[in-house]
């Protein structure tokens, strides 16, 4: 028997079985569309959580007071020395550095009319807009003689904007930021995380030294709440970090051995500590597909013992006629194969369906790759192979004599 001769005989005794056929096809089925959805799933996860960080910044340092969260508090509350503007301005000659700005925030109360809402302010200076890559959707940021007048003015985001000033041009309106009017002059543009867990679109932007005139209370730049930095392109951040250390330990006179009064936050090891927990969540989900699949090439193998059992005779007198023992066993071994890989191909279109409802959701977009897919379909041959090749080599191993007096 030739190869197309081998198909056809496996597609007939499909077709003699086909709810047997069926039934031995849905636990591949299920466990294809298993591996596929669920490794689509934890691949489009990693594009979402690489998004995600990306926005952030992955060359962006942060720089806090306090070697931990309660030293943190205790420097905003004056009890240990802060960091300061003199801080910035000596990180910004750093030559790993692009630059570096101190900033100040706060939660305060806005109004605009019968809105109102709590929101985080920062009070920043103009170059925090070039070191977070904050782009301007409408108007303009403020500039140094902004600062130097404290003026009242604010920038805020998208969704600020909206809620506010709804279908109006938000620039010359006036928030309240604590009953002190700021007057907007700029929109940012996007969306997206930010370190402290807000987004972009919901910042508002006022100059460091109105905060501190009109809202925090605190003298700045003398004293700042974080630091950012963004890190040259090319050059290692751990560099930069080390850099930013050696800096602020002289700075402030610390002694050898002593812990730092001030912590980097570095963006790229949370990029590289989220990949990492993302691919293990991934190779998770891969698992526990390849489980359903192991099940199901369990149940083939059953099926195809009783196929073996039930067929004794036809076994038997194809011998008689001058079949080869390997010709039974690739008889066999064709139908276990083509079992996997039709139930592989439904599979694989149940999966699609899964990943288009999942994306039609509008939470997150799940799409199926090429790779996984070959992957899949691979795998359920293999399957296929790897759990008829017993049914098919006892198949091939009996006797002619004994099949045909088989009853």
Same mark, same amino acid.
């Given at each position: 028997?030739?190869?197309?001769?081998?198909?056809?005989?496996?597609?007939?005794?499909?077709?003699?079985n086909?709810?047997?056929?069926?039934?031995?096809?849905?636990?591949?089925?299920?466990?294809?569309?298993?591996?596929?959805?669920?490794?689509?799933?934890?691949?489009?996860?990693?594009?979402?959580?690489? !998004?995600e960080?990306?926005?952030?910044?992955?060359?962006m340092?942060?720089?806090?007071?306090?070697g931990?969260?309660?030293?943190?508090?205790?420097?905003?509350?004056?009890a240990?020395?802060?960091?300061?503007?003199?801080? +910035?301005?000596?990180l %910004? #000659?750093?030559?790993?550095?692009?630059?570096?700005?101190?900033?100040?925030?706060?939660?305060f !109360?806005?109004?605009?009319?019968?809105?109102?809402? %709590?929101? /985080?302010? &920062?009070?920043?200076?103009?170059?925090?807009?070039?070191?977070?890559?904050? !782009?301007?959707?409408?108007?303009?940021s403020?500039?140094?003689?902004?600062?130097?007048?404290?003026? #009242?003015?604010v920038?805020?985001?998208?969704?600020?904007?909206?809620?506010?000033?709804?279908?109006?041009?938000?620039?010359?309106? =006036?928030?309240?930021?604590?009953?002190?009017?700021?007057?907007?002059?700029?929109?940012?543009?996007?969306?997206?995380?930010?370190?402290?867990?807000?987004?972009?679109?919901?910042?508002?932007?006022?100059?460091?030294?109105?905060?501190s005139? &009109?809202?925090?209370? /605190?003298?700045?730049?003398?004293?700042?709440?974080?630091?950012? +930095?963004?890190?040259?392109?090319?050059?290692?951040l751990?560099?930069?970090?080390?850099?930013?250390?050696?800096?602020?330990?002289?700075? &402030?006179?610390?002694r050898?051995?002593?812990?730092?009064?001030?912590?980097?936050?570095?963006?790229?090891?949370?990029a590289? =500590?989220?990949?990492?927990?993302?691919?293990?969540?991934?190779?998770?989900?891969?698992?526990?597909?390849?489980?359903?699949?192991?099940?199901?090439?369990?149940?083939?193998? %059953?099926?195809?013992?009783?196929?073996? /059992?039930?067929? /004794?005779?036809?076994?038997?007198?194809?011998?008689?006629?001058?079949?080869?023992?390997? &010709?039974?066993?690739?008889?066999f071994?064709?139908?276990?194969?083509?079992?996997?890989?039709?139930?592989?191909?439904?599979?694989?279109?149940?999966?699609?369906?899964g990943?288009?409802?999942? =994306?039609?959701?509008?939470?997150?977009?799940?799409?199926?790759?090429?790779?996984?897919?070959?992957?899949?379909?691979?795998?359920?041959? +293999?399957?296929?192979?790897?759990?008829?090749f017993?049914?098919? #080599?006892?198949?091939? #191993?009996?006797?002619?004599?004994?099949?045909?007096?088989?009853?």
């Amino acid at each position: 028997m030739n190869f197309i001769q081998i198909l056809v005989e496996s597609f007939r005794s499909m077709a003699a079985n086909r709810l047997r056929t069926a039934l031995t096809m849905l636990g591949i089925v299920i466990g294809i569309a298993s591996v596929v959805l669920l490794l689509a799933i934890g691949d489009s996860m990693q594009r979402f959580i690489g !998004k995600e960080l990306q926005a952030l910044g992955t060359n962006m340092l942060y720089v806090f007071p306090g070697g931990d969260r309660t030293t943190e508090r205790r420097a905003r509350a004056g009890a240990i020395q802060s960091i300061t503007m003199s801080d +910035a301005e000596a990180l %910004n #000659r750093l030559p790993s550095l692009v630059g570096a700005a101190p900033a100040l925030q706060g939660s305060f !109360k806005l109004t605009s009319g019968n809105e109102t809402a %709590n929101s /985080t302010v &920062h009070g920043v200076t103009p170059a925090m807009f070039k070191i977070r890559n904050w !782009k301007l959707d409408q108007g303009d940021s403020f500039s140094e003689a902004d600062m130097r007048a404290s003026a #009242r003015m604010v920038v805020i985001g998208q969704k600020v904007a909206d809620q506010f000033f709804y279908r109006t041009d938000p620039l010359g309106r =006036t928030i309240r930021i604590e009953n002190v009017a700021f007057t907007v002059i700029g929109v940012l543009a996007g969306e997206g995380k930010q370190i402290d867990g807000g987004n972009i679109a919901d910042m508002v932007l006022v100059p460091g030294t109105a905060a501190s005139a &009109h809202l925090i209370r /605190t003298p700045f730049p003398q004293n700042a709440h974080y630091i950012a +930095a963004q890190g040259k392109p090319g050059l290692s951040l751990d560099e930069a970090v080390e850099d930013i250390k050696e800096t602020l330990r002289v700075r &402030h006179r610390i002694r050898p051995g002593d812990p730092d009064d001030f912590r980097v936050e570095n963006i790229a090891s949370f990029a590289e =500590t989220a990949n990492k927990i993302s691919a293990g969540v991934a190779l998770l989900l891969g698992l526990i597909g390849a489980i359903s699949l192991l099940v199901g090439g369990i149940g083939i193998m %059953n099926i195809m013992l009783v196929s073996v /059992t039930e067929r /004794t005779r036809e076994i038997g007198i194809r011998m008689a006629i001058g079949a080869r023992p390997g &010709h039974i066993l690739m008889q066999f071994l064709a139908e276990s194969v083509v079992i996997c890989i039709a139930g592989g191909l439904v599979g694989v279109a149940i999966a699609a369906l899964g990943a288009a409802a999942i =994306t039609s959701t509008g939470q997150f977009d799940v799409f199926l790759s090429l790779q996984g897919v070959v992957v899949a379909c691979g795998f359920s041959t +293999a399957v296929g192979m790897f759990f008829g090749f017993y049914p098919a #080599r006892r198949a091939s #191993r009996l006797l002619p004599v004994d099949c045909l007096r088989y009853e």
